[in-house]
């Protein structure tokens, strides 16, 4: 089954799905440039099409006054819970993740930025960079997206981003992945764009999983 037929399955919103298929995109561009240690470009890209099949509990209510949509989202309430992220690996393992492929989904959270930074798997690093350059309208900066994230969850105090000392250090810890991945890729962060990533969308959306 390919992506876009998975995405129809879960009855994903096209905002969602792009946002997915971006992620996948940049992380491509980063692979096909690629000349440091061997990294599974599989589990990457599987990864990246699936990481964020679990969002749709977290648009709010009022997002859309479509009566099918919000149907929709309480069937994943009521199958899955509230928890976002335990909705993603839960969906990452029904559609055939490995193992291994599970345990990158888990560790590529920005609050596990500091982990990701001290990790050898650059799997896990790729994945984490590529969904922190990814912002709701397209491909921008680390410190673009994630100065953003503080904006956002400012006012969620069980998030890691309402506490400003924390974030900053997450963002210089993003920083430092972006750093650890450039060195091993013939791409300066600005080549990854909206842009050089198109064609990799088009591409994925054929993608079987």
Request: proline share 2%; net charge neutral.
């Amino acid at each position: 089954m390919n992506i876009i037929e998975i995405y129809k399955k879960y009855h994903l919103p096209e905002n969602l799905q792009m946002h997915m298929l971006r992620v996948a995109a940049c992380s491509n561009l980063i692979i096909d440039n690629w000349n440091g240690v061997e990294i599974d470009n599989q589990a990457i890209i599987r990864v990246c099409l699936l990481h964020d099949m679990g969002n749709i509990v977290k648009i709010p209510e009022d997002f859309s006054k479509d009566q099918e949509f919000l149907k929709i989202r309480k069937k994943y309430f009521d199958k899955y819970g509230t928890n976002d992220h335990e909705i993603n690996l839960e969906i990452g393992k029904q559609e055939g993740l490995t193992e291994q492929e599970l345990t990158i989904l888990d560790g590529k959270r920005s609050r596990k930025n500091e982990e990701t930074l001290k990790s050898n798997s650059y799997e896990r690093k790729i994945c984490a960079y590529c969904d922190q350059r990814v912002a709701p309208d397209g491909v921008v900066s680390i410190k673009e997206r994630l100065e953003d994230a503080k904006v956002r969850y400012k006012n969620k105090p069980l998030s890691v981003w309402s506490n400003e000392e924390k974030a900053n250090h997450l963002i210089e810890c993003s920083l430092g992945i972006e750093k650890q991945i450039m060195q091993y890729c013939k791409l300066k962060p600005e080549d990854i764009n909206d842009f050089s990533i198109k064609e990799y969308i088009e591409k994925l959306k054929t993608y079987n999983i």
